[in-house]
């Protein structure tokens, strides 16, 4: 049970729990982080933890918040239950909650965890928020719809412009896609080639072909390293994502892997990207106007990327491919990579007009 109230404890009463799950990529984590950065933008004073699954807590600590750690499920040897896992959960959700009694507890997950549900049931001071990024394959959202009576208020990032409706009484609320960094934080392309060490004659081309957890990107990627190589204009960086557990082991001459965090502060400096469609990513390139080619992962769950990324072509804002061949990675390469096609592109990319939500959503929970 939650600490009775006292004096001593009144700086604690406004605190915000947020507890971002782990996945296949860093979305839950980022989305978490970039609201978290705006509310102590709005409000220096406020008190914010973290509490997650991801192993990628490292990026909490950088970032100067307090922040508590259980592995994910998946990460325990079989012979410890599902039940098991959320006992142990719900107890240190609990001793968490105990300790720092916030008023508000902004989850942000696909999935919500009984020992989650557990721990936080009963608390009549606390406000209970879930993040939940609306899936595109309807059949999935059944599965957890019964999970958000169980919420005060829902935040749905969308995928294009919404305005965000901040009243609190209002359980849904739909805002823009957050977007971890400002524009003012990204480095130019001279800072960039001096960090990388690549000289100034050559064309940027970044790759980010998707999480490795999920993506078997081996073939594609080995056509379009072969294409680049045969090109002596580019220097090519590929991302890579800092939770794999399976390295990309290439010895290329003009190649080099940027394992860093948020990968997003380097896009000033792209000509080109060639990624997936997943979310976060994006929306960052459309955001911050990367000429892209997407090759979207037709294999996830319950995100859609073909969808997602056709708009963008609709705009002619990107080239969408998909299961592309050799020559058709090489045309839409020469295509975007052409000076003139280029520009156009970038400022089509504007027209998209993808605004940022995590400010909105920072405003919205300081209101709850």
């Not at 142990?88 to 696909?110: M, N, R, S």
């Not at 020992?115 to 999935?140: D, F, H, Y």
């Not at 019964?146 to 208020?153: A, D, G, V």
């Not at 609709?314 to 839409?332: G, S």
Request: hydrophobic share 40%; glycine share 4%.
């Amino acid at each position: 049970m939650y600490i009775e109230s006292g004096a001593s404890r009144e700086s604690m009463k406004n605190s915000i729990l947020f507890m971002p799950t782990n996945g296949a990529g860093l979305g839950h984590l980022t989305r978490t982080l970039a609201i978290a950065r705006r509310i102590r933008k709005i409000d220096p004073n406020r008190e914010i933890i973290f509490f997650t699954t991801s192993p990628a807590i490292n990026l909490i600590l950088q970032e100067g918040f307090l922040a508590y750690y259980i592995p994910s499920k998946m990460f325990f040897p079989d012979y410890i239950w599902s039940n098991q896992w959320n006992e142990l959960l719900e107890k240190q959700l609990k001793l968490i909650l105990q300790l720092h009694q916030p008023k508000t507890f902004v989850y942000d997950g696909a999935f919500v965890y009984y020992g989650v549900m557990a721990a936080t049931e009963g608390i009549t001071s606390l406000k209970r928020v879930w993040v939940k990024r609306k899936q595109n394959k309807p059949e999935k959202d059944v599965e957890t719809k019964s999970k958000e009576n169980f919420f005060h208020h829902i935040i749905i990032p969308g995928e294009y412009q919404i305005n965000l409706d901040s009243q609190a009484e209002i359980k849904y609320h739909y805002c823009n896609p957050v977007i971890y960094l400002d524009k003012s934080e990204l480095l130019s392309k001279d800072e960039v080639k001096e960090i990388l060490k690549i000289p100034n004659e050559y064309k940027l081309v970044y790759i980010q072909l998707g999480a490795g957890n999920i993506n078997d990107i081996e073939s594609t990627l080995s056509i379009l390293l072969s294409i680049l190589e045969n090109r002596k204009d580019l220097y090519f960086v590929l991302g890579e994502s800092i939770i794999t557990s399976n390295r990309i082991e290439i010895s290329i001459e003009r190649l080099l892997t940027l394992k860093d965090y948020p990968n997003s502060r380097y896009y000033n400096a792209f000509d080109l990207t060639i990624s997936a469609a997943g979310y976060n990513t994006f929306f960052e390139l459309m955001h911050f106007g990367v000429p892209s080619i997407f090759i979207p992962n037709e294999k996830t769950k319950s995100d859609d990327q073909v969808a997602r990324s056709m708009v963008a072509e609709k705009a002619k804002a990107a080239i969408v491919l998909r299961n592309p061949n050799y020559q058709e990675l090489e045309n839409a390469i020469d295509n975007v990579l052409n000076l003139s096609n280029n520009m156009i592109i970038r400022n089509n990319t504007q027209k998209l007009n993808i605004q940022n939500g995590a400010e909105d959503i920072a405003k919205l929970i300081l209101k709850l």
